[in-house]
């Protein structure tokens, strides 16, 4: 049952920050500097967070891109699930035989559960590379346009930096709510992309945690490294 929950699992637990992770992250280009940065700032630091990588995903875009690509995998999850089955029975039914089969019918039964578990092992697999790459995808491609309004919505309100509260890396470890900035990134995001809301939402507009030393993709910036 552990391989059943494992494999047929993986696709059905939703848009994963783990998933995300297996690509390296983007460094800012340090040779495209803007015109604000080579002016001084003057003043109080105007300092906001941003939950990045969930602001993407809870974009009205993000939310129909992500469960596009949910149902593109529906039939590999009913095709795992159904060899994941089969696997089950042919087990129970070998268990139930006991003493009353041969040796030679013994062999040739483990002999085909064994090769059913492999296929399944190799699609579950390919499935899982499939899913994790189409996912990186989609991610980025949002992740770039998202990060542009970020951009202006930073410039346009005075604010000089703006981390990323939503992986490991962060150095976040208090903010005032009052400095988060994302539910706004993503109003004006919607605004401007004039993608509708899903009539239905999403189960989990929260994606997990990511898990530890991975890395967060994020788009390429032009802002220069300080």
Known sequence: MKRSLTL??????GLCVSALAQAGTTDPAPNAPSAAAAVAPTGATKIAVIMFQPAVMQTNEGQRNFADLQKKYDPK?????????????????????????SD?????????????????QRLGEDTQNDFQQ???????????????????YAEQNGYSVVIDGSTQ???VL??????????????AYNQKSGVPAPATP????????????????RPASTTPKQ
């Open 8 to 13: 047929v699992c993986m696709l059905a637990s």
């Open 77 to 101: 999850r009913t095709q795992l699930k159904g060899m994941s089955d089969e696997i089950d029975n042919l087990k129970k039914q070998l268990q139930a035989a006991g003493t009353n089969l």
């Open 104 to 120: 030679v019918e013994r062999q040739n039964r483990l002999k085909v559960i064994d090769e059913k578990e492999k296929a399944f």
């Open 134 to 152: 189409d996912l990186q995808q989609t991610y980025t491609q949002l992740a770039e346009k998202v990060f542009t309004v970020l951009q202006s």
């Open 169 to 171: 890396q962060s150095p």
């Open 174 to 187: 208090w903010a005032n709510k009052g400095t988060d900035i994302s539910a706004a990134v993503i109003q």
């Open 202 to 217: 999403a189960a989990s507009s929260t994606p997990s945690a990511p898990t530890p030393h991975t890395t967060t993709p």
